[in-house]
């Protein structure tokens, strides 16, 4: 596969090329310093390396050519928040991951691969072409998992297992209603037409399943979001007679313990407890704004002052021969002093707001079971012993 004699590529050897083609003027044949955040395509195709490393400084990259390679696992394009077209076709990579970061990825081409299961692409809410053929797919509602992608309308899965079922291209077509092309052919009008009708019934039976997994997991995630309120505001089984009906399930006193007074008091501190709860989360909301003010007025300072420094610089640079004189190190040193100074009233301004937030919720949670220690004395007169 890497050519005869010849040894795969290095990290450091696919950069050192990369400067060497991009750098080239071929106007006026010179080359050029490259900064490699300012790339936008990159080909790094047929390159005989196995391994995706040391892209991270493309931070501006929108094209990446990676097929052709002994690659096997999709890695190190974490920070390529830019891209949008992705080639990894004809490798060895046999799961889809690491493409969580990749948001705005419009074209995923992975074909010619030993992948077997589609997964880990919920984050790719904008893709709209999606090269899965000649893999090892087997089943084909496996494919309904793209659903997700709401976008789609070019699908490839020829040369798959699943390719050979019967039907296959109506189940697609009659899933996926927004489709253009199915593996490099023009899905028209009336074989949408066909293929719904086709598979209508399994199409209104996907659609009701569907609407009821999303009302159930909806009802779970409020549910889940209600206790772990509770348990954030320390008033958790308050809300009624729960409190009781767990602590005293085997005691023959219960009944006279979940007196509806009883249960007033519980609910009374579970109302008080929410809008202490409501208060003290008030209170960290601020502190993280202010604390977001604090480092950008810092951030801000520190560029004001790196400017300065720069500006300096440009001035100064032929007569100081690259600051070896001994103004150019004392205003070296002025900046470090600068700098430092700013990052020790930055440290000491958020320990003051750390401390101030402290303070503020050790008297709210204070105050919070006095109040508690108040409703509950009052309990005896509702019980009789």
């Known amino acids: 596969m890497f050519g005869r004699g010849r040894k795969p590529w290095t990290a450091d050897d696919i950069i050192q090329n990369v400067v060497a083609q991009r750098g080239k003027d071929s106007r006026r ?30 931070s501006s990259l929108t094209t990446l050519l990676l097929n052709n390679n002994g690659i096997q696992k999709i890695e ?4 390529l928040y830019n891209l949008r077209t992705l080639n990894l076709s004809f490798n060895a990579i046999m799961k889809i ?8 990825l419009e074209e995923l081409n992975l074909c010619n691969n030993n992948i077997a299961v589609l997964e880990n692409m919920d984050s790719l809410e904008k893709l709209v072409l999606l090269n899965m053929s000649n893999n ?4 084909l509602s496996q494919v309904l998992y793209l659903k997700i992608l ?8 020829s040369g798959n297992p699943l390719s050979e079922e019967g039907n296959y291209e109506l189940f697609i077509v009659a899933f996926f209603p927004n489709l253009t092309y199915l593996d490099y052919k023009y899905v028209n009008k009336e074989f949408k037409e066909r293929a719904s009708v086709e598979f209508h019934i399994k199409l209104q039976k996907l659609y009701d399943e569907n609407v009821a997994k ?11 979001e209600e206790q772990q309120l509770h348990l954030d505001a320390f008033v958790e089984s308050l809300n009624g007679s729960f409190l009781f009906e767990r602590m005293f399930k085997d005691d023959p006193l219960s009944d006279r313990l979940k007196s509806e007074k009883m249960t007033g008091l519980c609910v009374q501190l579970f109302e008080t407890g929410l809008v202490e709860h ?14 977001s003010d604090t480092i950008a007025h810092i951030i801000q300072k520190e560029t004001e002052v790196l400017g300065e420094f720069e500006q300096y610089f440009k001035e100064m640079k032929k007569e100081l021969a690259t600051l070896q004189t001994v103004q150019g190190k004392d205003e070296l040193n002025k900046l470090q002093k600068d700098l430092l100074t700013l990052e020790f009233k930055l440290i000491s301004q958020i320990e003051r707001m750390i401390k101030k937030l402290d303070a503020v919720l050790s008297e709210m949670l204070s105050n919070f079971c006095e109040t508690a220690q108040e409703i509950y004395p009052f309990a005896k007169y509702y019980v009789s012993i």
């Open 29 to 58: 044949n010179v080359d050029q310093e490259v900064e490699f955040g300012e790339v936008k395509e990159l080909d790094l195709g047929s390159r005989c390396f196995s391994r995706i490393e040391r892209l991270w400084q493309f």
């Open 76 to 79: 190190g394009l974490s920070r």
């Open 97 to 104: 991951e690491g493409l969580e970061n990749l948001k705005k």
């Open 136 to 139: 090892v797919l087997k089943e």
């Open 150 to 157: 709401k976008h789609l309308y070019t699908l490839n899965f």
């Open 214 to 224: 999303e009302t159930k997991t909806e009802e779970l995630k409020s549910q889940q």
């Open 278 to 291: 409501e208060r003290r989360r008030a209170e960290v909301d601020s502190f993280y704004r202010c604390h």
